[in-house]
């Protein structure tokens, strides 16, 4: 779809983002997550070979990206949740274990975050196939399969 000036791309509320536009141009990005809050604000999460989970936020009210963020050195399988006051939660697996951050979007900018916590700690199993939903009010759920069980864990 052209919306003017040549430039094809989706209309998301009032954000025009090109079809393909790189969000983190020079990185070997793989199975990236990404998630829209009420005001179209974005979050994209993925896991890059040279600097582990990383992440990058649109922010609607600046109409523009900020820079990209080390969530983790080390971790695959990210996914990603925001709620309705721009906070946001980030889970991944590293050997076989399962880690969670949470951020507040509203202070991103050279704030502190809180550390990784181990949400599971699996020495004798393999946590896989994560996935997290978060609602407007900010009650996150996350499950995963560990030793061909179906887990859940609720914030």
């Keep these: 779809m052209d919306r003017g000036g040549g430039c094809p791309g989706q209309l998301l509320g009032g954000i025009l983002l090109p079809i393909g536009a790189e969000v983190a141009p ?8 990404v998630a829209v809050d009420g005001d179209d604000n974005i ?15 649109y922010d609607s009210d600046l109409g ?10 080390n971790g695959e399988a990210p996914q990603v949740g925001l709620d309705g006051s ?9 050997d076989g274990d399962l880690f969670a951050r949470f951020y507040d979007l509203n202070t991103i900018d ?19 196939h ?3 939903a978060v609602n407007m009010a900010g009650d996150a759920v996350m ?6 069980n179906v ?3 609720v914030w």
Excluded: F
């Design 26 to 33: 020079g990185t070997i990005d793989s199975r990236p997550q």
């Design 43 to 57: 979050l994209i999460v993925w896991d890059d070979p040279d600097h582990g989970v990383t992440l990058r936020y």
């Design 64 to 73: 523009d990206w900020h820079p990209a963020e080390q969530v983790s050195p």
């Design 86 to 94: 721009g906070h946001a939660w980030i889970i991944w697996t590293y």
């Design 110 to 128: 050279g704030e502190t975050r809180n550390a990784a916590i181990t949400v599971r700690d699996t020495a004798a199993a393999t946590v896989s």
């Design 130 to 132: 994560l996935d997290l």
């Design 143 to 148: 499950t995963w399969i560990e030793n061909g």
């Design 151 to 153: 887990m859940a864990s």
